[in-house]
């Protein structure tokens, strides 16, 4: 007999009124269950489709596991499932039409094994909604109450799984009923494990071609391996059985010039999967190219469905529907993925936007945002009205009660910055003084960014949006609004600004730490200085001054006053930088070394020349002041908050990732010792040769590629032994000083004024992240910053393509350079040129077939023959019978050039025109070689201090000598290359790679 309910709705009008709506809904006692253990089987009147019989429990999946996951659950593996109309209704109502039809599909497929139930309109299943109860609560409420009749109903003779995403509902419902068990979405999969072993649930993290993907150690190989996934998809793997293993090949590929390989010669076989379910999509907008007229013919006569090309070689060709494809041939355009049908070898698209013309530098620059998923729009009238004012009419001052409650340095401290030449945004300045008791005081004050970006305001949402500043070959896009990043918060010169201090007591001659103040401060800085001016003060150049703009409206006595009061004072912070490097390097630190070229633009922003920037003495003076300052700040909030504090780790590498340059280092005749951080700082350090610099930097180089990025975490999530900074070898680590470009900071610099507030056994103002929020805002941050690091190495790339794309490879001479060799390919050979920071791919073989010969004039040129290759050289030999051999570290004479292309960004090759190197002028080699000797004049210098501050503490017994030297590896990360500092609050040079 039907019982009649009614279900009432509210709906919103678009006036706004609320509109009662009263339907009326029937419930039977009696709705067909499609299983064959039904105990009624005349009753229940089905359509003929019936679960399987031969499964060991049923599965029924909850509504939100229906809409993420849908694609895992058409695999024919997964048996017994059992849709909920609760579910279904919710795919329905919000995601749509073509994921709801994909639904009904695979219900009406008789080759799957699942069916529909209709609880919503059986007597014992069908729930009403309780006042105030979610929809979300609701569903799945209904859900379980449904399972649970269905497992009495076919009396109890097979079990019900549950899935859920919903952690209440596991801990809720997980051992209420016997029988109906609730687990999460990982736990099903590990229950319907099928023919081989389900390996891991990963991110496919790229391809080494276009159909080829490396996932977290596990080899996907081939588009039909790779199953409908695309990059950055959450995928289950599959792992093969070991008789279908692949190597990765060593051969050089078109389509990445560097360290992955596709092609012949494979390596040693390692684990080999296929993708067998895709967890989680991270479709986005892709930017894309429209085929050519001819290409469009080509595609069939249904002109109308177009095949576009991503800019990414990972990306599949995408189809969608347009009329305009011949009118957008010569644009970058944007379009987005809508679905994947099982049957169809490319995804669906629409068409978004149009970026800019092919080839056209905005175009280029803005392709680069999309395809790293940056948004650069203005900041809204909302966050503007939270910034101060600081005009000339209504000038922004010190407040009386931020100089009631700050400690005032402006007339006790001088302080002064060192920066790159243009920079704007002065995060951090520095002061040293000596004390009436004679010891040293040393400070390191920071921008105060959280004095004006309130938590949860506007402005401080949008920052953590953008989790920092992009900055990219010739531009950036600010994380904080000008106001604030170029004036308010950045520490110029001359005018009063609120910080955030670190200062510490230091021994006047051991320089060791007596205490230490964190606190608010005031200060004036004094001097806005550059790298270079502070390089040549403390080198004792003293004509530098004129250039100093502080200086220029003095009388000659207080000029001289103060000239030396600024020399004494860089003087001392690097005296004191060499010692507090000594100590780090004792414990294991790494030093590692990298080209950073810098783009310099003419007027109209064309590209004048590419410069490598030189590494000086008082890059490492800053550095090792904000290091020390990053230490202690993360030690401070680490003990006050030892749950929920914001740190920065680097596991230790791999060891196998080391292979490569030992074998590299082995050809020279070196050994790198990889146990620990300490022995392969040592051995970088030995691996020194007399008549070729370039081979340590090139080692250094390739150990920075074998380590893994440093990660922002919340101490919370993982265990003490786990903070270390394997590079910096140091217990615990943060970043603290760079709150203007870096959000991190800010919560850090949260932490520390509660940490403060704590201390006095004052109330903490703000509210803190738990341990789980700071947890998701550390990922969230953690793939900005890669983000900045890919746009800021592809925008140096697009430039340094620019700059040879205008020129004659054959005629200009700035297309011929000295370059090195530094790895060994199959078909070729990887080769790092000095001068532009360049490294890429020489082949050795051409297409055609045809290896490269180099006469006796030193020219090369193609000729038939075959190579053959050694583990540190590879023989060219043709068939005339000529033959030339290039080894590791060979200088050998490039040419460079571009190889441009429509639908991907152009690439920088290179060909190799002798096996000679490269006869410099003179004039240039003077200079790198004076350039060469100043900087091993420096690390001399350095070493003998720190050599002789080694000598004072070396009072201990073998045993902590041993310990010393071999139980070193408890930090968690890496130096790396010069051009990475910025992002790593080392040097604050670049924005790369984060330490």
């Given at each position: 007999m039907l019982q009649k309910r009614e279900k009432v709705l509210l709906l919103r009008t678009f006036q706004g009124r609320t509109l009662r709506i009263v339907r009326e809904h029937y419930l039977r006692p009696c709705v067909p269950c499609h299983s064959p253990l039904c105990p009624q089987p005349a009753a229940c009147r089905h359509d003929g489709k019936l679960l399987s019989g031969d499964v060991t429990h049923y599965v029924i999946p909850d509504w939100k596991v229906v809409q993420d996951y849908l694609e895992i659950l058409e695999f024919p593996e997964l048996k017994g499932i059992i849709f909920m109309q609760t579910a279904c209704q919710a795919v329905q109502h919000q995601r749509g039409r073509r994921q709801y039809n994909k639904l009904r599909n695979l219900l009406k497929d008789a080759r799957h094994d699942c069916i529909l139930f209709a609880n919503e309109f059986q007597?014992?299943?069908?729930?009403?909604?309780?006042?105030?109860?979610?929809?979300?609560?609701?569903?799945?409420?209904?859900i379980y109450n449904a399972a649970v009749w269905y497992y009495h109903h076919c009396q109890d003779r097979m079990p019900i799984v549950m899935v859920t995403e919903d952690e209440e509902a596991i801990q809720q419902y997980g051992s209420e009923t016997e029988g109906v068990f609730v687990i999460s979405f990982k736990g099903i999969l590990n229950v319907n494990k099928h023919r081989a072993q389900i390996e891991a649930f990963v991110r496919l993290q790229g391809a080494s071609s276009k159909d080829s993907g490396l996932v977290s150690d596990i080899l996907i190989?081939?588009?039909?391996?790779?199953?409908?996934?695309?990059?950055?998809?959450?995928?289950?793997?599959?792992?093969?059985?070991?008789?279908?293993?692949?190597?990765?090949?060593?051969?050089?590929?078109?389509?990445?010039?560097?360290?992955?390989?596709?092609?012949?010669?494979?390596?040693?076989?390692?684990?080999?999967?296929?993708?067998?379910?895709?967890?989680?999509?991270?479709?986005?907008?892709?930017?894309?190219?429209?085929?050519?007229?001819e290409e469009v013919q080509s595609q069939g006569k249904n002109a109308q469905k177009i095949l576009v090309t991503p800019w990414d070689y990972r990306i599949p060709k995408i189809r969608i529907s347009t009329q305009q494809a011949e009118a957008l041939q010569d644009f970058r355009v944007v379009v987005r993925i809508d679905s994947w049908e099982s049957t169809s070898v490319y995804p669906n698209g629409h068409f978004v936007r149009v970026l800019g013309k092919i080839g056209d530098l905005e175009g280029e620059i803005a392709t680069i945002l999309v395809e790293n998923s940056i948004s650069v729009v203005p900041f809204s009238e909302a966050q503007m009205c939270e910034m101060p004012v600081n005009t000339p009419e209504n000038p922004w001052k010190v407040s009386p009660e931020e100089e009631q409650e700050r400690r005032d340095l402006r007339k006790t401290h001088l302080v002064f910055s060192i920066d790159p030449?243009?920079?704007?945004?002065?995060?951090?300045?520095?002061?040293?003084?000596?004390?009436?008791?004679?010891?040293?005081?040393?400070?390191?004050?920071?921008?105060?960014?959280?004095?004006?970006?309130?938590?949860?305001?506007?402005?401080?949402?949008?920052?953590?949006?953008?989790?920092?500043?992009?900055?990219?070959?010739?531009?950036?896009?600010?994380m904080l609004p000008s106001i604030l990043s170029a004036d308010l918060c950045s520490l110029l010169g001359g005018v009063d600004r609120y910080a955030v201090s670190v200062m510490w007591e230091l021994d006047k001659t051991s320089y060791e730490i007596?205490?230490?103040?964190?606190?608010?401060?005031?200060?004036?800085?004094?001097?806005?200085?550059?790298?270079?001016?502070?390089?040549?003060?403390?080198?004792?150049?003293?004509?530098?001054?004129?250039?100093?703009?502080?200086?220029?409206?003095?009388?000659?006595?207080?000029?001289?006053?103060?000239?030396?009061?600024?020399?004494?004072?860089?003087?001392?912070?690097?005296?004191?930088a060499r010692h507090v490097r000594a100590k780090r390097d004792g414990c294991g630190a790494l030093e590692l070394e990298g080209v950073e070229v810098r783009v310099q633009l003419d007027e109209k922003k064309n590209i004048h020349d590419l410069i490598p920037k030189q590494p000086l003495e008082v890059h490492e003076t800053v550095a090792e002041c904000m290091i020390l300052a990053n230490h202690w700040v993360a030690k401070k909030i680490w003990e006050s908050f030892p749950h929920q504090a914001l740190l920065r780790q680097h596991p230790p590498p791999h060891q196998e990732f080391f292979s490569e340059l030992r074998e590299c280092a082995k050809a020279k005749g070196f050994f790198i010792d990889t146990r620990s951080n300490k022995t392969l700082a040592d051995s970088l350090d030995n691996a020194n040769d007399p008549n070729d610099p370039i081979v340590n930097r090139l080692l250094r180089s390739m150990a920075t590629q074998a380590m893994s990025n440093a990660l922002y975490f919340s101490t919370g999530s993982c265990a003490e032994e786990e903070f270390h900074h394997y590079g910096l070898a140091l217990d615990k680590y943060t970043h603290f000083t760079s709150p203007i470009r870096r959000y991190s900071d800010i919560v850090v610099h949260r932490l520390l004024m509660a940490a403060i507030s704590k201390d006095k056994k004052m109330e903490i103002k703000e509210n803190?992240?738990?341990?789980?929020?700071?947890?998701?805002?550390?990922?969230?941050?953690?793939?900005?910053?890669?983000?900045?690091?890919?746009?800021?190495k592809q925008s140096t790339e697009l430039f340094q393509c620019m700059y040879f794309k205008d020129k004659d490879p054959e005629t200009d001479e700035r297309c011929i350079s000295d370059g090195v060799i530094y790895s060994i390919r199959t078909n070729g050979v990887l080769v790092f040129i000095p001068r532009f920071g360049i490294k890429g791919a020489a082949y050795l073989k051409n297409k055609d077939g045809f290896v490269i010969s180099c006469g006796p004039d030193s020219h090369s040129e193609w000729k038939p023959g075959s190579l053959q290759r050694f583990q540190n050289k590879i023989t060219s030999t043709t068939t005339?019978?000529?033959?030339?051999?290039?080894?590791?570290?060979?200088?050998?004479?490039?040419?460079?050039?571009?190889?441009?292309?429509?639908?991907?960004?152009?690439?920088?090759?290179?060909?190799?025109?002798?096996?000679?190197?490269?006869?410099?002028?003179?004039?240039?080699?003077?200079?790198?070689?004076?350039?060469?000797?100043?900087?091993?004049?420096?690390?001399?210098?350095?070493?003998?201090?720190?050599?002789?501050?080694?000598?004072?503490?070396?009072?201990?017994?073998?045993?902590?000598?041993?310990?010393?030297?071999?139980?070193?590896?408890?930090?968690?990360?890496?130096?790396?290359?010069?051009?990475?500092?910025?992002?790593?609050?080392?040097?604050?040079?670049s924005n790369n790679y984060g330490i």
């Open positions: 007597q014992s299943c069908y729930l009403p909604r309780e006042r105030g109860e979610s929809m979300e609560k609701w569903q799945t409420r209904s190989h081939g588009m039909k391996a790779r199953n409908r996934s695309i990059h950055g998809d959450v995928v289950v793997v599959e792992l093969l059985a070991k008789n279908k293993w692949r190597g990765r090949t060593t051969a050089l590929c078109e389509n990445d010039s560097d360290d992955k390989a596709s092609g012949d010669s494979p390596s040693e076989p390692m684990a080999t999967g296929r993708v067998v379910g895709i967890l989680q999509k991270n479709w986005r907008d892709y930017v894309v190219t429209f085929p050519s007229k030449k243009g920079c704007e945004d002065v995060d951090d300045t520095l002061s040293v003084r000596t004390l009436n008791n004679g010891n040293l005081e040393l400070g390191v004050h920071i921008a105060d960014v959280t004095h004006f970006v309130a938590l949860n305001s506007y402005i401080d949402i949008e920052a953590r949006t953008r989790a920092t500043t992009y900055y990219l070959a010739d531009r950036r896009y600010d007596k205490k230490v103040w964190y606190g608010r401060t005031i200060i004036r800085s004094a001097y806005k200085l550059f790298y270079e001016a502070a390089q040549e003060l403390l080198d004792g150049n003293f004509s530098v001054v004129d250039d100093i703009p502080e200086f220029k409206d003095l009388d000659e006595k207080s000029r001289q006053d103060k000239l030396e009061e600024l020399v004494w004072a860089i003087g001392k912070l690097t005296d004191i803190l992240f738990s341990n789980k929020d700071l947890e998701e805002l550390c990922r969230h941050i953690n793939n900005r910053n890669r983000a900045a690091q890919h746009s800021q005339g019978g000529e033959s030339v051999t290039f080894h590791l570290f060979d200088h050998v004479t490039v040419r460079i050039f571009v190889q441009a292309s429509r639908c991907h960004s152009d690439t920088i090759r290179l060909e190799i025109v002798s096996n000679k190197p490269y006869m410099i002028p003179n004039t240039e080699l003077f200079h790198q070689n004076s350039l060469l000797l100043k900087n091993e004049l420096v690390k001399e210098v350095t070493r003998s201090v720190e050599a002789a501050q080694l000598a004072q503490e070396v009072k201990v017994n073998l045993i902590q000598e041993e310990y010393q030297e071999y139980c070193q590896t408890k930090g968690r990360s890496l130096y790396t290359l010069l051009e990475e500092i910025r992002d790593l609050a080392l040097l604050d040079v």
